[in-house]
């Protein structure tokens, strides 16, 4: 190990006497050094040096202090959540050292699973389900943390239409596969990730198990057809025993949600906890396969974004577990206009789920209008 004070964390003197390290509030730290120990010692955890080779030149230093000594001091420091590991930015790219900064400056001290968590992205497999808004906007964002491979599925072209919000395209794609487009931007800005493309178009839940068997988490941006498209994804999910976050966009908000199989309660789960507790919901749901008329998209580039950023991250939550996961098992609106984030509601595993329990045939009835 070589210790350092976390390269996100500042060191400032307010005093001869006074250090603070770090500037966010709530982890920023402010120390007193009236004998000047740490005036000696914060310098040496720099990342260069091995644990040991600091507590001898410390101990060099400050005379009068014993190894055990200075081991305290930066136990003690370690376990304020100001230390991390050197070696953890060794063999990472330069592209992605900002990345693990973020993690170990999440950490709440440097066994938490935030100061390896880099090191478990790249070498994650990622499933990205459309290209659509949410997708094609997820994709830069998933290059940028650093994968070992991501699988795209989409099948459409880019259409003028897309362009207020599908900002990977550009005017001079319009007509193109999207599928193309992006393969181009995938060699452009990561040529280290394996990146496969399938064009196609999802028609059952055995052509998302093809693709996604082995990957680390699922992310579903589709929705042709209607529900469908997500229960297929989920399906997948369970069936491989692999998480999923689906993002839904509306008008003025957004939501995700995220399963791990066997763990939380799975979107046919949420099915049936809607029947169950929501007056008229059948009639609705089943209204919503079926509109008189369509309505016409409805968004803009800012808030598209803004729902992929914590779809992206909730991925990267359950890949890497730097941070509990927010919307597992339960759905999370992002309201567009606010700003505000709400909990819209929680459910829990349900035993008689056609898809993670049972299969009860009771509730057969609910799933009549939207089959696999």
């Given at each position: 190990m070589r210790p350092q004070i976390k390269r996100a964390l500042p060191i400032y003197w307010l005093?001869?006497?006074?250090?603070?390290?770090?500037?966010?509030?709530?982890?920023?730290?402010?120390?007193?050094?009236?004998?000047?120990?740490?005036?000696?010692?914060?310098?040496?955890?720099?990342?260069?040096?091995?644990?040991?080779?600091?507590?001898?030149?410390?101990?060099?230093?400050?005379?009068?202090?014993?190894e055990d000594d200075v081991r305290e001091g930066i136990q003690y420091l370690d376990a304020s959540g100001l230390i991390e590991d050197a070696c953890s930015y060794d063999s990472l790219p330069v592209r992605l050292e900002a990345n693990q900064t973020f993690f170990a400056a999440a950490a709440e001290n440097t066994q938490a699973a935030a100061n390896r968590a880099q090191h478990v992205l790249r070498e994650s497999h990622v499933v990205l389900l459309g290209l659509g808004g949410g997708g094609s906007a997820s994709l830069p964002q998933l290059l940028a943390c650093g994968l070992r491979k991501l699988t795209i599925l989409d099948y459409d072209v880019v259409?003028?239409?897309?362009?207020?919000?599908?900002?990977?395209?550009?005017?001079?794609?319009?007509?193109?596969?999207?599928?193309?487009?992006?393969?181009?931007?995938?060699?452009?800005?990561?040529?280290?990730?394996?990146?496969?493309?399938?064009?196609?178009?999802?028609?059952s839940v055995d052509d998302i198990v093809r693709v996604a068997r082995g990957a680390d988490v699922i992310i579903c941006a589709i929705d042709e057809p209607r529900f469908i498209a997500q229960r297929r994804a989920n399906a997948a999910a369970v069936r491989l025993g692999i998480p999923v976050v689906i993002m839904l966009t509306q008008h003025t908000s957004g939501r995700f949600f995220s399963v791990v199989p066997r763990e939380s309660g799975c979107l046919d789960c949420l099915h049936i906890f809607d029947e169950l507790n929501t007056d008229g919901f059948l009639r609705q749901f089943h209204a919503l396969m079926s509109p008189a008329r369509d309505a016409a998209t409805a968004a803009i580039a800012p808030h598209i974004q803004r729902l992929t950023s914590f779809g992206v991250d909730e991925a990267m939550r359950l890949i890497t577990g730097y941070a509990a996961p927010l919307g597992l098992g339960r759905q999370v609106e992002v309201n567009y206009i606010s700003g505000a984030l709400r909990i819209i509601m929680n459910w829990d595993r349900h035993p008689g789920c056609p898809t993670c329990g049972s299969g009860d045939s009771q509730f057969d009835y609910i799933f009549d209008a939207d089959p696999l």
């Open positions: 005093a001869d006497d006074v250090v603070r390290i770090g500037a966010q509030q709530g982890i920023t730290k402010e120390l007193t050094d009236p004998q000047g120990q740490l005036r000696v010692l914060l310098p040496l955890l720099d990342g260069r040096r091995e644990y040991g080779d600091v507590l001898r030149e410390a101990c060099q230093a400050l005379g009068d202090l014993s259409d003028e239409s897309n362009l207020n919000r599908q900002t990977l395209f550009r005017t001079s794609d319009i007509g193109r596969k999207k599928t193309d487009v992006s393969a181009e931007y995938c060699r452009a800005f990561a040529p280290d990730v394996d990146v496969e493309v399938f064009d196609l178009k999802v028609a």
